[in-house]
């Protein structure tokens, strides 16, 4: 017999696909439409500012990253080698313009950082993913290890793991290994674990994001689902106020 929190989990997938769940724009729809062509143009879109985005609304972000790409006189800054010849006061001119940086400081060096360390060691995003051969774990490795220091906020569990989805959402990385993506425990996924019943409402306030992560992987595995293949269900389920029911 079926584990009823799995049927639950293919009742989330389906409402999500047929769009039963409510509003389900994800912040990072709001982006220029790049073409196929414009693979390091992508990678660059979607990494950089996702390394500002620590307690601050999603849309409120990626609206700003929009704006700050289509205005001619800040798009730079999602051309590493651009940053690299930068001084900082440039660069958070640029970056507070259209409030992508928040932060005068922290924000603008972290994006230096990651810029440098792109351009420095692999020259472009694009030569980061082919150097992993598209494998994700390879990609963890380089990110949360080898070269950690190099990617402030990016290489943390949560953000890593959401961004990796980001890319083969938005930048067509076709990442092997991809179930080893974990699902990212915020707010409302660690609502959603307790709603479902795969934590329980007191575990949902001494367990680590890690452990969260770890119950959804021993769920799902041997059931045809990726962790992170529910994030985006659990998180409009949660958003849009549970609207969806499972009943």
């Not at 409402?15 to 994800?26: C, F, I, S």
């Not at 690299?84 to 922290?106: I, Y």
């Not at 769920?219 to 958003?239: Q, R, Y």
Request: net charge neutral.
């Amino acid at each position: 017999m079926e584990d009823p929190i799995i049927n639950n989990c293919y009742k989330l997938l389906a409402a999500y696909k047929t769009g039963e769940l409510g509003q389900t724009t994800m912040p990072e729809d709001t982006n220029p439409g790049f073409s196929k062509k414009q693979t390091e143009e992508r990678l660059c879109y979607f990494s950089l500012p996702m390394a500002l985005n620590y307690q601050r609304d999603s849309y409120t972000l990626w609206k700003n990253a929009l704006k700050t790409y289509e205005d001619t006189e800040t798009r730079d800054v999602f051309c590493v080698q651009a940053v690299s010849k930068m001084t900082e006061q440039e660069v958070r001119g640029k970056l507070q313009k259209h409030k992508l940086a928040l932060q005068p400081n922290k924000h603008i060096q972290t994006w230096i950082r990651i810029s440098s360390t792109i351009d420095v060691e692999w020259g472009s995003f694009s030569q980061l993913i082919q150097s992993t051969s598209n494998d994700f774990l390879q990609l963890k490795h380089l990110l949360q290890h080898r070269h950690k220091k190099g990617f402030p906020y990016l290489s943390g569990p949560k953000i890593f793991n959401y961004w990796s989805f980001i890319l083969s959402s938005y930048c067509d990385v076709n990442f092997s290994n991809k179930e080893f993506i974990e699902i990212a425990p915020d707010t409302h996924i660690t609502k959603c674990s307790v709603k479902l019943g795969v934590i329980t409402e007191d575990g949902a306030g001494v367990l680590s994001r890690d452990e969260i992560s770890e119950r959804w992987r021993e769920l799902l595995d041997g059931h045809g689902i990726t962790p992170i293949e529910m994030h985006a269900p659990l998180w409009f389920w949660s958003k849009n106020g549970f609207i969806y029911s499972l009943q």
